[in-house]
């Protein structure tokens, strides 16, 4: 089981990126797939999260409005849509995949099997 992430750059505050995360060597359709992203010196946070199967999504409040995640199950992806970017996300973003039963702890690194290598988004001020 894998996960890649790719789309992590540079780019000025108020600028928008979309990061990808490619499945491979699981049932896609039948995962979560999530976000996390862990900034300089601080804790992994979470992001946001899809449910494959029947495409709910789930939002750090805090984001809500500014991301948007979404998925393209004929390419086994998921995207992360960021706009309004700031120096605050500055972080590296990784690609997370568990079983939808996990969702009501979608909040929880500990819920997530499948981690990918992360890829890293910089936001300058």
């Known amino acids: 089981a894998q996960l890649v992430e790719s789309g992590g750059a540079l780019v000025q505050s108020g600028g928008s990126l979309r990061l990808s995360c490619v499945a491979s060597?699981?049932?896609?359709?039948?995962?979560?797939i999530g976000w996390f992203r862990r900034a300089p010196g601080k804790d992994r946070e979470e992001v946001a999260a899809?449910?494959?199967?029947?495409?709910?999504?789930y939002y750090a409040t805090s984001l809500k409005g500014r991301f948007t995640i979404s998925s393209d199950n004929a390419k086994n992806t998921v995207y992360l849509q960021m706009n309004s970017l700031g120096p605050g996300d500055t972080a590296v973003y990784y690609c997370?995949?568990?079983?939808?039963?996990?969702?009501?702890?979608?909040?929880?690194?500990?819920?997530?099997?499948?981690w990918g290598q992360g890829t890293q988004v910089t936001v300058s001020s």
């Open positions: 997370v995949a568990t079983t939808p039963e996990w969702l009501s702890m979608w909040e929880n690194p500990s819920a997530y099997d499948i």
């Open positions: 060597g699981f049932a896609f359709a039948d995962y979560a």
């Open positions: 899809i449910n494959i199967r029947d495409g709910t999504t």
